[in-house]
């Protein structure tokens, strides 16, 4: 079975300071890994996706994130916070053969104070 | 817009009611997938079709049921309303039927009274 696991259900960052958000997954096989926000009242939009190429993802919005196999850790970062990055993040694993479904975190909900 | 439309945005209903939830895939997606998001259970998958077949079932409930027809669109029942069942309730699409890397719809807001 595959999971992933969330640290923090809230995080709060100042305005321009480092964004970092925990992810740790489990998984029997490779894994796919992705990063999700939702916005208020809005549907979950892709911000990258790691699937065993460069282990150092680039998303959008200035985010990326780093796959590290032996800390079995896909952390979230972004070097300046923006007011409008405060949304709500889901880190999800899926296998690499992608025949299971998608797997999501519980969210991790990130405050940016100005 | 993502590409991905759900209708209605809102439902209110009664409990013991039946409701079906609409969704259009994002032109190209051959696989859809339901998902409830709520407070308590956080993001939970439902199902998944492509291709008009059923691809994974998760936490779906027996009072649930869903299909996907042969122009892609998919629709979700529920009946026997409890209010328990009170979610978001989203769609997402992707093109082939596993990968990942959803497109999700901006939920259907279902309220059971």
Known sequence: AQSVTQLGSHVSVSEGALVLLRC?????????????????NQGLQLLLKYTSAA????GINGFEAEFKKSETSFHLTKPSAH?????????????SGGYQKVTFGTGTKLQVIP | ????????????????????????????DLSVYWYQ????????????????????KGNIL??????????????????SLELGDSALYF??????????????GSGTRLTVV
Not at chain 2, 2 to 15: F, M, N
Not at chain 2, 40 to 45: A, C, E, I, K, S
Not at chain 2, 48 to 53: P, S
């Open chain 2, 37 to 56: 998001q709520s407070l308590d259970q956080g993001l939970q998958f439902l199902i998944q079709y492509y291709n008009g077949e059923e691809r994974a």
């Open chain 1, 24 to 40: 740790n997954y489990s998984s029997s096989v490779p894994p796919y890994l992705f990063w999700y926000v939702q916005y208020p």
């Open chain 1, 83 to 95: 007011m409008s990055d405060a949304a709500e993040y889901f880190c999800a694993v899926s296998d």
């Open chain 1, 55 to 58: 282990t150092l993802v680039k």
């Open chain 2, 62 to 79: 027996e009072r649930f049921s869903a299909q996907q027809f042969p122009d892609l669109h998919s629709e979700l029942n529920l009946s």
């Open chain 2, 91 to 104: 769609c997402a699409s992707s093109v082939f039927d596993r990968g990942g890397g959803y497109t999700f």
């Open chain 2, 1 to 28: 817009d993502s590409g991905v439309t759900q209708t209605p945005k809102h439902l209110i209903t009664a409990t013991g009611q039946r409701v079906t939830l609409r969704c259009s895939p994002r032109s190209g």
